[in-house]
C-alpha cells in the first residue's frame, strides 16, 4: 500500500453531478434559496470533492447549462481552491431569467453524462423546489428517475430544497414532486431534503459518500 493510501489521499474515484434548478422558489426571498443552493453546492466542492474525481454542474432554467465538466486534479490531495469553488457556485447559481423549468432534462443529462465515466461511482445533488408545472418533460420525470436509480454506477440521488409551498389542490409542492416520482420516490439511492432540512441531512449524505469510496 502506498504511502498517500494509508494517509487516506488516495481514494476509489467518484463522478459527481451537482445540478441546481434556478427557478421559481429561488426567486422567493422566504426561503433564501439561492442561498442554501450556493451553501450546499459549496460544501460539496469543498468537502468531498477529491483529486481524481470528475465534476459536472449544471443550471437548471428554461434549458440546462453546463457550467463545469471536468476531472479533479491536485498535488498532494488538497481540495479544490475556495476561489475556484466560489467562482463555480456563484456561475451555478445565477438567476434564470426566462420561464420553464427543465427539471426532467437535467436529471437526463446527468443520467447522459454518468455513462461517459463506466466504472465510476456516481453521486447526483439536485437542488430544487421540485415544482415540475413549468416543465415540459414532467411525464417523463419518474421514468428518467428510475433510469438514473437503477444504473449500477449510481451511488446515491440527493435531492435537496423540496417546497412546503401550497401546490395545486392545497398538496405542498415536495410532496406532488414525490408523487410524481412514483415508486422511485422510495428508493435506497434516493435521499430527499427539505427546504429547511439542509443541515440535518447533509450528515448523511457525507456518510454515503465516505462509504461509496470503500
Known amino acids: 500500500m502506498s504511502a498517500s493510501s494509508l494517509l487516506g489521499l488516495s481514494t476509489p474515484p467518484l463522478h459527481f453531478t451537482v445540478a441546481v434548478d434556478m427557478t421559481g422558489s429561488s426567486k422567493n426571498p422566504a426561503f433564501k434559496y439561492a442561498d442554501q443552493a450556493r451553501l450546499l453546492s459549496q460544501s460539496v466542492l469543498l468537502n468531498q470533492l477529491r483529486s481524481g474525481d470528475t465534476l459536472t454542474l449544471l443550471r437548471i432554467c428554461e434549458g440546462v447549462q453546463t457550467v463545469a465538466d471536468f476531472k479533479f486534479s491536485s498535488k498532494n490531495g488538497a481540495r479544490m481552491a475556495k476561489a475556484d469553488i ?8 445565477k438567476p434564470c431569467t426566462g420561464k420553464g423549468s427543465a427539471i426532467t432534462a437535467g436529471l437526463a443529462q ?16 439536485l437542488f430544487t423546489d421540485g415544482a415540475l408545472l413549468d416543465d415540459p418533460k414532467r411525464a417523463s420525470v419518474s421514468s428518467t428517475m428510475k433510469g438514473l436509480l437503477a444504473a449500477q454506477t449510481t451511488r446515491l ?20 414532486f414525490v408523487k410524481a416520482l ?11 431534503a427539505g427546504a ?10 457525507a456518510n454515503v459518500v465516505k462509504g461509496a469510496r470503500r
Open 157 to 176: 440521488l440527493f435531492v435537496a430544497g423540496l417546497s412546503p409551498e401550497p401546490g395545486a389542490g392545497g398538496v405542498s409542492v415536495r410532496d406532488s
Open 86 to 93: 466560489l467562482r463555480y457556485t456563484a456561475a451555478l447559481t
Open 182 to 192: 412514483g415508486t422511485s420516490g422510495s428508493h435506497s439511492k434516493l435521499l430527499l
Open 110 to 125: 446527468a443520467a447522459r453524462r454518468s455513462t461517459q465515466t463506466a466504472g465510476v461511482g456516481d453521486v447526483v445533488v
Open 196 to 205: 429547511y432540512d439542509l443541515s440535518n441531512v447533509y450528515p448523511t449524505f
